[in-house]
């Protein structure tokens, strides 16, 4: 209760802060500072967060809990989403320090903790938005792959060689994003991330109403436990303890947001008070993501037991409808294709923000170009830009074409993120701000809380390190099938 009343007191000093800032303002078609004005709202903000969040691993959270079981599964789920909310609640209201504000995760450590800190969270912040970067391009050449292999299984059954190359699917993959990383800034692509939302929707509905259907058909041949995989019957001994690790770091970094969370407030109104329009929206996200995740976790170990697949659509636990398996793929691939930008447009900014501060006389890096483009109007450009995110994103999908397993280096990417970034960084700026006496009774909460999630994500880690040692056993570079 203490946590709670201390927590509230601070929450409305910063909304106080921020209203005065707010009136100070008068200017006309700019922000406080100077910018353009902000047009984010409650609804834009709360699609960024779910297009973030919710990804294709959404299907693949039946598997986490087969192999944690029925009592260990669900209760992993709602801790982390509480966790991931809370946590989420303490950076929101780091946003503005003394009411000027903050755009990137790095500007807020820096007004808060500043030193070293600022320099590790800028390290793991952007190796995690890289890494995310190439999964999703991986990821995405899975699902669009799979959309021929599911009409090729109609075809000739369910046992015929059905192998795809996944190349062509990233190459086209990043043509797209290409012309999609164009958009100026994370400002211009909230149709994009609307888009992107209701694309995760249509396929987590598609999975549900898959699973309910399997579970209709044979739900009595299915054979699920308490405890999950079965030593013994299922997996061995050291498999098990190396899957629930990997489990609980699935879970863990599938609510994983807050690495973009202040780009995404910084595209907020100034009116009302960004902190609370964002508590709003990491509210809706949260436990709208949390609900899908229960529904598709839960019936699909209701439908595939501890035989579940890692993933319903890309890894065929279904295969009749083939057109709905289909049309979930792709709205898989359409997600996953605004979710990048969601992801890449923090690194742009950075990079750009860098170039123009070193280079201000640069005019190829600081002069903008316009050109009338028939049906869209005017449109400016920027060489540096143009060039810069061309290659970015040639790299990306490069890398993610000569390492086709780069999901197991990702896990091991986000285990060592999850923590820094998601947690300890959020509690060390509230302790900070709110001047939190050391070994008071909040204090020592929010250390434990930290402590705690710091052995989830080593043992994530772990995990994912068990895992990519397994797939460069049999690494062909450029495979990708």
């Known amino acids: 209760m203490a946590m709670a009343n201390e927590f509230a007191s601070t929450t409305k000093a910063t909304s106080m802060d921020e209203a005065l800032e707010i009136d100070r303002y008068s200017g006309d078609g700019l922000d406080d500072d ?9 609804v834009t903000a709360s699609a960024h967060i779910i297009t973030a969040v919710i990804g294709s691993g959404v299907l693949s959270l039946a598997w986490a809990i087969a192999q944690l079981g029925w009592v260990v599964g669900p209760t992993v789920l709602i801790a982390f989403s509480l966790i991931t909310w809370f946590c989420s609640s303490l950076l929101v209201d780091c946003y503005r320090s003394h009411g000027k504000r903050n755009y990137t995760y790095m500007d807020v450590v820096r007004a808060n903790l500043g030193g070293m800190k600022f320099r590790l969270c800028g390290f793991a912040q952007y190796l995690n938005l890289v890494g995310v970067t190439i999964g999703y391009t991986i990821t995405t050449a899975i699902s669009m792959g799979a959309v021929k292999r599911s009409n090729c299984f109609h ?10 190359s996944h190349i062509p699917y990233m190459i086209i993959y990043a043509c797209l994003q290409i012309v999609l990383s164009q958009i100026p800034n994370f400002h211009k692509i909230w149709w994009l991330s609307i888009g992107a939302a209701i694309m995760s929707f249509a396929y987590s509905f598609i999975g549900l109403g898959l699973s309910v259907a399997t579970i209709a058909e044979r739900g009595h041949e299915v054979r699920t436990t308490l405890t999950g995989v079965t030593v013994g019957v299922d997996v061995s001994g050291s498999e098990k303890v190396w899957r629930t690790f990997q489990a609980l770091g699935d879970i863990a970094f599938a609510y994983s947001y807050s690495n973009v969370l202040i780009e995404i407030q910084d595209t907020l109104k100034s009116h009302p008070p960004e902190n609370k329009v964002m508590k709003k929206a990491s509210f809706i996200g949260v436990s709208t993501t949390t609900v899908f995740y229960m529904l598709c976790g839960v019936l699909g170990y ?17 295969y009749d409808p083939f057109w709905l398996v289909d049309i979930g793929n792709i709205c898989i691939a359409v997600h996953l294709i605004g979710a990048y930008q969601v992801f890449c447009q923090p690194i742009f900014q950075f990079i750009e923000t860098s170039a123009r501060n070193q280079w ?27 060039i810069w995110r061309t290659v970015y994103v040639i790299v990306t999908a490069v890398t993610a074409m000569i390492f086709p397993f780069f999901n197991d280096f990702l896990g091991l990417i986000g285990a060592l993120a999850f923590w820094p970034l998601t947690v300890y960084f959020p509690v060390e700026m509230y302790i900070a701000q709110a001047k939190i006496p050391r070994f008071s009774t909040v204090w020592t909460w929010l250390k434990i809380l930290s402590m705690v999630c710091f052995v989830v994500s080593i043992g994530a880690a772990c995990g994912s390190v068990q895992g990519l040692i397994h797939s460069l056993k049999d690494y062909k570079p450029f495979r990708g099938v």
């Open 34 to 42: 100077g910018r353009p004005k902000r047009t984010g709202t409650m």
């Open 155 to 164: 075809r000739h059954g369910h046992d015929a060689d059905c192998d795809v």
């Open 302 to 318: 209701a439908a595939f037991g501890n035989k579940a697949p890692g993933n319903f659509l890309t890894g065929f636990g279904f």
């Open 360 to 386: 201000p006389d640069n005019a190829f890096i600081t002069t903008e170009h316009t050109v009338k483009i028939p049906l869209i109007g005017v449109y400016s450009f920027n060489f540096f830009r143009l």
